[in-house]
């Protein structure tokens, strides 16, 4: 029983590694931005405006991507 | 107006989940080569068969659930991953292509496998590492295309032709393994890798906009703008961050 916990933990264990590592890895600035996405185009298309979400989701996901190749490149200058 | 909608959605699902099984499929044949030329293809091929079993069960499993969620909540999730992804990837793609970061080289990877397999020693009845390291390679990489063709074709609503997309590149790339006998280390994976990005990231913030109810303009027509303005931002990027590092050089040799 106790053997089967334990592989059970164990499997579960790896899967959420794997998605932890998958998403968030050396990038977690990029997990963060998305989340930050996803709340500021709600919250656009909750007060109604169509357009300006069309323009702000990829400038977001620009500077996001921006950000952190600026930091990868800031943190592979300072090696 | 309608077919050309349709088409220009099909185009960027069926580049995107082919390039991103070409690269995973070059990256999983490196290891299986390194194996079966150090250890014998026996081991190599039941570690490959066993990860192909493997995979196969969990899309067996996990496909059909994922056509039962709703469309807009899928989406959104799915966007989400892949903008996720797709930037982890281009910022690995420009950071490589400006030369702040090793490009990834198959033949290194190639000689450090068989490297790692020789020391390891000689067999003593089944080659458990062979299969082992065979298994891993396959299940790894197979598991990223798993992910991509799930996700990519079930949110298009169109499972079989990313399905099938998938079969003929990884057919494809088993054909040209086996005709040139090594690495596949001529592969242009960098290139590959970064259009890769842009097509996930395209479809990552068309489908994050579709799941909170964002009208796009021309709807699917609006993905091929998303891969032109993503296209040239990845271009400026890298030559800004190559200029950086250029400067770098200078700076050290001054």
């Known amino acids: 029983m106790s053997e089967e916990k334990s592989l059970a933990a164990r499997l579960l264990k790896g899967f959420a590694m794997f998605w932890w590592d998958f998403l968030v890895g050396d990038t977690p600035e990029l997990f963060i931005a998305v989340v930050g996405v996803l709340a500021v185009i709600a919250g656009i298309r909750g007060a109604g405006h169509n357009s300006v979400a069309v323009v702000v989701l990829p400038v977001l996901v620009i500077l996001a991507l921006t950000l952190s190749v600026r930091r990868s490149v800031a943190q592979a200058k300072k090696k | 107006m309608f077919a050309t909608t349709v088409s220009s959605g099909v185009v960027v699902l069926v ?84 030369g702040f970061k090793a490009k990834h080289d198959e033949d290194a990877i ?32 197979g598991l990223e295309v798993v992910i991509t063709v799930l996700t990519l074709g079930t949110s298009a609503h169109r499972l079989g032709l990313a399905a099938t997309t998938a079969a003929v590149a990884l057919v494809l790339v088993a054909i040209v393994g086996a005709i040139v006998a090594k690495q596949l280390s001529a592969v242009p994976e960098n290139a590959m890798k970064m259009s890769v990005g842009i097509l996930l990231v395209s479809y990552g913030t068309f489908w994050v906009g579709e799941g909170l109810k964002v009208s796009w303009p021309g709807n699917d027509g609006f993905l091929v703008f998303f891969v032109g303005l993503y296209t040239l931002v990845t271009w400026s990027l890298a030559l800004v961050a190559k200029s950086a590092h250029n400067s770098t050089k200078t700076g050290v040799k001054a």
């Open chain 2, 15 to 98: 580049g995107a989940v082919f390039l991103a099984c070409a690269v995973e499929m070059v990256e999983a044949l490196t290891i299986v080569f390194a194996v079966g030329h150090t250890r014998g293809w026996r081991s190599a091929f039941e570690g490959v068969v066993a990860a192909i079993v493997v995979l196969a069960a969990l899309v067996a499993a996990f496909g059909p659930a994922l056509v039962h969620i709703p469309l807009s909540t899928l989406r959104l999730i799915v966007g989400s991953v892949l903008l996720i992804f797709g930037m982890q990837w281009l910022r690995k793609a420009i950071l490589r292509s400006s």
């Open chain 2, 110 to 141: 190639y000689l450090e496998t068989v490297a790692e397999l020789k020391a390891a020693g000689q067999p003593v009845g089944r080659d458990r590492i062979a299969f082992v390291m065979a298994f891993k390679g396959v299940f790894l990489e």
